[in-house]
């Protein structure tokens, strides 16, 4: 299942990058003053405050935080690799990745003790 999952993200995006003329190098989803570089922030913002509006969502409980906090829960639920969701958000210290991520890491610090170098 977890294949055909990665399958139909590959097929998804490589349809979205033939709709608007990119290449496989090139950012999903470019600036719209910079084409070579990728999407601002607040951009990216704006996008997802469109998309809670347009399906009823109230935009106080989502926004760009919650959906990077959910990925790194999901990533590390599926996983169990707290290294790989500490390089994932950019966190210096594996403790930082362990408090990020709170409750949904039951065993985080056994973890955090083994994978430190």
Do not use: C
Request: charged share 25%; proline share 2%.
């Amino acid at each position: 299942m977890q294949f055909d999952i990665m399958s139909e993200a590959r097929t998804s995006l490589k349809a979205w990058l033939d709709r608007r003329g990119g290449m496989i190098h090139d950012f999903v989803f470019p600036s719209r003053i910079d084409y070579p570089g990728h999407l601002s922030t607040r951009q990216y913002a704006r996008i997802v405050d469109e998309w809670e509006s347009m399906i009823g969502l109230d935009r106080r409980d989502y926004g760009t935080h919650s959906m990077r906090r959910t990925k790194a829960a999901l990533i590390y639920k599926a996983t169990a690799n707290l290294r790989a969701v500490q390089i994932l958000l950019g966190h210096t210290h594996i403790e930082n990745t362990v408090r990020y991520l709170g409750a949904d890491v039951d065993d985080a610090l056994t973890l955090s003790e083994r994978t430190e170098i």
